[in-house]
């Protein structure tokens, strides 16, 4: 089945034309729903074992990690180390004070995170083929994540504490408060912080940049530069995002992703056009936002008791030597609220899948580069019950399974 685009039609004329009849309900597939799918009708029992060996123990050292980071906040709060500090340094005012916490708790959660950073990027994943990461390149980031760690949280906490010190409502301003930082870094991001961590340069190949901004033009997207993230030098995985907005709006891929065939960079492009054309961040933001006030609700409750503050040695939450305290108890909601997240997360997911089906009419393409992908990537292929509730994407599986509905439909 065509997109109803009658022959002959102007090239002027194509790009509103496509954009009238790309219709991700076309095909009747509903991407609220997942789709039924066996593993093992897509991938061999080799290939499913593989990525479980892969896979097992990065998730293993992962909950470990994430123990030894909650122990570890616990030990900071319980043993008052920062009010202790401020108190031994003799700080009294709150935003000195603030910004001497700050440096703490990143400090702290910078050294925790090494141990296990090495042992993924240097160790675990070039083990198995994927990284390319050198101990220079990986000091390099840490000393760059270290730098921009503190700078970053004092543009959330300054604001939020002032907040905090002023006001009874603080929880009800304070989500206020950073719900806008967050917004704003997230448009800045790709300007200004993306640029520090990874070099991007226009793609080369001239015939793939007028097909890949060709191809978004013709789905009303205005995407006018494709880009290459140099993100080989840390690994052999592939990504491709659009960032940017109005005249800099532009595609990035990572360069890995160029090994692939021009058909399968078009799907996995297209694919990420959807993700703007359906206007997803638009739609997940104010999930997020709301999600987020449930955040600050549980936080206010919790510290609405004198025994907890007690516990954490300061009497009050004026005091910026609570911090560690905040940061401990914020991200508890998340255990609950991530599912329903996660959930509209892989929505969008499948809408953008069955977008770029609509958009490139080339299900081949699409099934090669899902299969190829998640087989290269050694993608856990058959994931638990658990795992599908709190991925942001569906499994390979599904996703496969919902291009041979896709084609079933198209045949019709």
Do not use: C
């Amino acid at each position: 089945m065509g997109r109803g685009v009658p022959k002959g039609t102007p090239r002027s004329r194509l790009g509103a034309e496509l954009t009238a009849t790309i219709d991700i309900k076309r095909s009747g597939i509903n991407p609220w729903k997942a789709l039924p799918a066996d593993p093992a009708e897509f991938f061999s029992a080799e290939e499913i074992a593989k990525a479980k060996d892969y896979v097992r123990p990065l998730r293993r050292v992962g909950l470990l990690e994430k123990a030894i980071v909650v122990l570890v906040d616990l030990a900071v709060v319980r043993s008052h180390l920062v009010p202790e500090l401020l108190d031994s340094l003799d700080v009294r005012n709150w935003i000195q004070r603030l910004l001497i916490t700050v440096f703490v708790v990143t400090v702290i959660g910078t050294l925790v995170a090494i141990p296990f950073g090495v042992y993924r990027e240097l160790v675990y994943d070039k083990r198995w083929g994927f990284s390319t990461q050198t101990t220079k390149g990986f000091a390099t980031d840490t000393v760059k994540s270290l730098l921009l760690g503190p700078v970053i949280l004092t543009l959330i906490t300054l604001p939020l504490w002032f907040v905090i010190r002023h006001t009874d409502l603080w929880w009800v301003f304070g989500w206020l408060v950073v719900a806008a930082i967050s917004l704003g870094l997230g448009v800045l991001s790709p300007v200004l912080i993306d640029p520090i961590f990874n070099k991007f340069k226009r793609i080369d190949d001239d015939d793939l940049h007028a097909d890949l901004v060709g191809l978004a033009k013709e789905v009303g997207s205005d995407i006018h530069e494709v880009q290459v993230s140099d993100a080989s030098r840390r690994t052999r995985k592939h990504n491709a995002y659009v960032t940017g907005m109005g005249r800099t709006r532009k595609l990035v891929i990572f360069d890995t992703l160029l090994e692939e065939p021009r058909p399968s960079i078009r799907s996995v492009a297209a694919h990420e056009i959807g993700h703007w054309k359906l206007r997803h961040i638009r739609r997940h933001v104010p999930l997020g936002i709301a999600l987020l006030l449930v955040n600050f609700l549980a936080v206010k409750l919790v510290l609405d008791s004198g025994a907890v503050l007690r516990f954490a040695g300061v009497d009050s939450l004026r005091d910026p030597a609570a911090l560690p305290l905040f940061f401990l108890i914020f991200p508890l909601p998340g255990i609950v609220t991530g599912l329903l997240q996660a959930w509209f997360i892989r929505a969008g997911e499948r809408e953008a899948d069955l977008f770029a089906l609509e958009a490139t009419q080339d299900p081949d393409a699409a099934s090669d580069m899902e299969r190829n992908l998640h087989v290269k990537n050694l993608a856990d292929l058959a994931p638990s019950r658990w795992k599908r509730l709190t991925a942001d994407h569906p499994p390979a599986a599904e996703r496969l399974a919902m291009i041979e509905a896709w084609r079933r439909a198209a045949s019709n």
